[in-house]
């Protein structure tokens, strides 16, 4: 069976305004990849596009070998369970404890009893050195700490795959470190992680390959040790922003 997730010639756009043109990207298993563009060219639309939040207008998302625009919805929910996301805020449910949060996804799919979904929230939540946070409510914890939740609520199902958005945003140095570092461990561990920032030090940190995405299309992908060395004006405009760049980019 073939795998890794893909995207072949993928345009999207939204109220008439385009936001991918022809989008290409594999990630192949046990390749962990990063996708880095501006604020606001689209990255977190591709991870919404992989999941399944939003549709193509044209091209094709294919998941291990399958087309997920013909297969059914219940083929499609099956499918995705091999992909976790960690979303830019987190997404933790205010009004759930931190273990209920982690094993909200487990409870919903009905597949486990509660006794084996309370082993699998404590041992993820031990991985992470949150365990003693089981009965805590998302407004007792710090940023970092809610990042950190939320990696254990991806991880619970034991996806092949997992996304993260921006995952950096909003942390101090020592927050940042831990993100990278848990990424790293999910990569020792056999996952497959695809990352979409504008954290280069984090990129660098984490990733073997990089996409660069600039006005709707893929202008680079590859190893990231030729990203600085890329023949690329848009590359280099946003590795060394000039007197040029200036308000020119706005985030949206």
């Known amino acids: 069976m073939e795998r890794g997730l893909k995207m072949q010639k993928v345009s999207f756009s939204f109220v008439g305004r385009g936001i991918l043109e022809e989008f290409d990207l594999c990630l192949e298993p046990g390749v962990n990849r990063t996708i880095l563009g501006m604020s606001g060219v689209g990255k977190t639309t591709i991870l919404k596009l992989l999941l399944g939040l939003l549709k193509p207008d044209s091209g094709r998302i294919v998941i291990d ?36 949060n982690v094993g909200y ?36 914890l710090s940023g970092g700490m809610k990042k950190r939740v939320a990696v254990a609520r991806a991880l619970a199902a034991d996806p092949e795959y997992v996304l993260f958005d921006e995952p950096t945003t909003g942390l101090d140095p020592i927050g940042v470190y ?46 990231k040790d030729d990203f600085a060395k890329a023949d690329i004006p848009a590359v280099q405009e946003f590795l060394k922003p000039t007197e040029q760049s200036l308000f020119r980019f706005d985030s949206e």
């Open 105 to 140: 996804r487990l409870l919903e799919e009905r597949e486990l009893s509660e006794s084996e979904i309370e082993k699998i929230v404590l041992e993820k939540l031990s991985m992470l050195g949150l365990e003693h946070a089981i009965d805590h409510y998302p407004a007792e």
């Open 65 to 100: 070998g399958t087309d997920v625009a013909k297969i059914s919805e219940r083929e499609f929910i099956r499918l995705r369970k091999k992909i976790a996301i960690v979303f830019q805020g987190s997404a933790l449910f205010d009004s759930m404890t931190v273990g209920e």
């Open 178 to 223: 831990n993100i990278q570092r848990l990424i790293l461990m999910l990569q020792e561990q056999g996952k497959t992680t695809l990352m979409v920032t504008h954290d280069l030090e984090t990129a660098y940190a984490v990733s073997e390959r990089f996409s660069f995405l600039h006005e709707r299309r893929l202008l680079f992908d590859g190893p």
